[in-house]
């Protein structure tokens, strides 16, 4: 049974930072590009970074230079460092496990960010 857990959400002030985790269980972890998405109230989910298994890194544009993903393939486990947070990244965070080649696509349950003094 493939989970992803995210954790590390919460309320911040703008300026601010937070540091997500997901940890995977189920999965061949090191072979799997993983991402973080968001979706904000009333809005599509949108793809926030992606590290790939070569650790590859890909930022949204609203995000570049403020964000950074990371993975630790002994502990399963891939981060999302969030600095200088805005209103406007206020959101449900959600970890992605993907492996093309399979056809695999795995979702967490989402862990609410909240940017607002």
């Known amino acids: 049974q493939v989970q992803l857990v995210e954790s590390g959400g919460g309320l911040v002030q703008p300026g601010g930072s937070l540091r997500l985790s997901c940890v995977a269980s189920?999965?061949?972890?090191?072979?799997?590009?993983m991402g973080w998405y968001r979706q904000a109230p009333g809005k599509q989910r949108e793809l926030v970074t992606v590290?790939?298994?070569?650790?590859?890194?890909y930022y949204a544009d609203s995000v570049g230079g403020r964000f950074a993903i990371s993975r630790d393939n002994a502990k399963n486990t891939v981060y999302l460092q969030m600095n200088s947070l805005k209103p406007e990244d206020t959101a449900v965070y959600y970890c992605?496990?993907?492996?093309?080649?399979?056809?695999?696509?795995?979702w967490g349950q989402g862990t609410q960010v909240t940017v607002s003094s």
């Open positions: 590290i790939t298994s070569g650790n590859r890194t």
């Open positions: 189920g999965i061949s972890f090191r072979f799997y590009d």
């Open positions: 992605n496990a993907r492996r093309i080649i399979l056809n695999q696509n795995y």
